[in-house]
């Protein structure tokens, strides 16, 4: 079916005129940009993107950052003040240590660290010579420091080293050189606190039950954990799987471990570690179990001692009386016998005589 003259479409120009007319529009396109004082691009790119989307989320909030560098930005700040810079938030640390010409041995100062803290460590060093002949130096164990500074006044020179301590790496001994004619030190040593526990061993008795105590003074550990056994191996105790033990503490800087039921098994050192953001710090406490028979060994030694000496003493008794019966007995036989003796002489004394006085009454 044709289709009628009067509804028939427009048709578009030739082939041959389309490209002139396209070019044709973009240069009226140039021509409108200009005339707006617009020259920077054409008008598909007259908005470069970023402004595009601003463009696109105008509703949003804008937020602008500015970094000014002065060089480059591995290197601005020292590597002391790079940390310093990025800890800031750090609790601060600051130690000094004075020394003199005069001082001959070296000057050490312990330091406790319970978390992470930006330290600032500061030497001062009096001499009556040129300070400026003076040597200054930082170490940490046998490494070379850097980074730290120096200042001199009269007779008198300062030196300072600022770093932060974050693990327990860092941690140890840091310390300050002063070389003129001799060489003097200071030196700073940095530790998590130390664990306090009874010196002595604790004794008890099998069947008893007992609590071993450590304690921590003025700081407060993470967390405590016991273990048993020598330095070299330690177990660590479960109070949920065995009934025996029981760990409790009334305040966070101490520990207490109930062990119930003892038996000469449980003899032996029980470790208690506390634990902190930089590290732990352990002790060991000694415990010492012993049967009832143990304390009587040495009272039956002492009964069965007196026993043998009181059984010596009642045999030289009785070999005393004994030996004193036979010589009593030995005198009555010789007595006896002399009387017998006598008896008889008195009788053959007394023969001649009845004789005789028979003799002359005749």
Known sequence: MRALPGLRGLRGPPPALRLPLLL????????????????TASPL???PIPEVMMTKYSNLSLKSHNISLTASPLTSLPIP???????????????????????????????????PSAVELTCQFTTSGDVNSVNVTWKKGDEQLKNYHVNATEGILYTQYKF????SEQLGSYSCFFEEEKERRGTFNFGVP?????????????????????????????????????????VP?????????????????????????????????????AMFQLGESQESVELVVISY???????????????????????????????????DDGKEFEQVEQ????????????????RKNEAMSQ
């Open 45 to 47: 790119t007259s908005l």
């Open 81 to 115: 003040e790079v940390m310093m810079t990025k800890y800031s938030n750090l609790f601060l640390e600051s130690h000094n240590i004075s020394l003199t010409e005069h001082s001959s041995v070296p000057v050490e100062k312990n330091i406790t660290l319970e978390r």
């Open 339 to 354: 009387l017998k003796s006598d008896d008889s002489n008195g009788i053959e004394n007394n023969a001649p005589r009845h």
């Open 293 to 327: 028979l143990v304390p009587l060994k040495p009272f039956l030694g002492i009964v069965v001692e007196v026993i043998l000496l009181v059984a010596i003493i009642l045999f030289c008794e009785m070999h005393t009386q004994k030996k004193k019966m036979h010589t």
């Open 24 to 39: 044709l529009c973009l240069l009226a396109g140039e021509r409108g940009s200009w005339a707006d004082g617009n020259t």
């Open 237 to 273: 105790l479960d109070v949920h799987m065995n009934e025996k033990y029981a760990i409790n503490g009334t305040n966070a800087n101490e520990t207490r471990l109930k062990i119930m039921q003892l038996s000469e098994d449980d003899k032996g050192s029980y470790w208690c570690h």
């Open 164 to 167: 932060s301590i974050i693990n």
């Open 194 to 234: 130390e664990v306090q526990r009874k010196n002595k061993p604790l004794i008890t008795y099998v069947g008893d039950s007992v609590v071993l105590v450590c304690k921590c003074r003025h700081c407060a550990p993470l967390n405590w954990t016991w273990y048993s056994g020598n330095r070299s191996v330690q």
